[in-house]
């Protein structure tokens, strides 16, 4: 059983699918949407736990997305993070603080995010890979 299902929602390729396989690697069921339109037909037809959501879409932006995902009463309970490529100026801050729960900036490392995502939805953490032991150190002299 998955831990949690995901819908990011990125236009990029090159950052999407690394993303997905992140999340999959660690059990995660993972949508994704590469525009706006799509986000939202997921998101309502699929009911994510939890959305990540670029902010710069090719046909409307991330906060636009969110503010329309927040004003349906069957899906604004689901938590939303923002992800952006620029600096957030105060104004934004405030807007994207109304309708999401935190925000990454890009690049992004995955394992990061993967960490944000199980705090928000307050699962078991995921663990580390093992670490190789360390063979015996010899004694000096010899």
Same mark, same amino acid.
């Given at each position: 059983?998955?831990? @949690?299902?995901? #819908?990011?929602?990125e236009?990029?390729?090159? !950052?999407?699918?690394? #993303?997905?396989d @992140?999340?999959?690697?660690?059990?995660?069921?993972?949508?994704?949407?590469?525009?706006?339109?799509?986000?939202?037909?997921?998101?309502?037809? /699929? /009911?994510?736990?939890?959305?990540?959501?670029?902010i710069?879409?090719?046909d409307?932006?991330?906060?636009?997305?969110?503010?329309?995902?927040?004003?349906?009463?069957?899906?604004?309970? !689901?938590?939303?993070?923002?992800?952006?490529?620029?600096?957030?100026?105060?104004?934004?801050?405030? @807007?994207?603080?109304?309708m999401?729960?935190?925000?990454?900036?890009?690049? !992004?490392?995955? /394992?990061?995010?993967?960490?944000?995502?199980?705090?928000?939805?307050? #699962?078991?953490?995921?663990?580390?890979?093992?670490? /190789?032991?360390?063979?015996?150190?010899?004694? @000096?002299g010899?």
């Amino acid at each position: 059983m998955a831990r @949690a299902t995901i #819908l990011i929602v990125e236009d990029s390729p090159d !950052i999407a699918e690394p #993303l997905a396989d @992140a999340f999959r690697f660690e059990g995660f069921e993972v949508l994704l949407a590469e525009n706006a339109v799509l986000a939202l037909q997921i998101a309502i037809e /699929r /009911r994510p736990d939890l959305i990540i959501m670029d902010i710069q879409l090719p046909d409307m932006d991330g906060l636009g997305v969110a503010r329309t995902l927040k004003s349906d009463p069957a899906v604004k309970h !689901i938590p939303i993070i923002a992800m952006t490529a620029y600096d957030i100026g105060a104004d934004q801050a405030r @807007a994207m603080s109304k309708m999401c729960v935190g925000y990454v900036q890009k690049p !992004i490392r995955p /394992r990061d995010l993967i960490n944000l995502v199980t705090a928000v939805l307050k #699962l078991p953490p995921v663990s580390e890979p093992p670490k /190789r032991p360390r063979p015996p150190a010899r004694p @000096a002299g010899r």
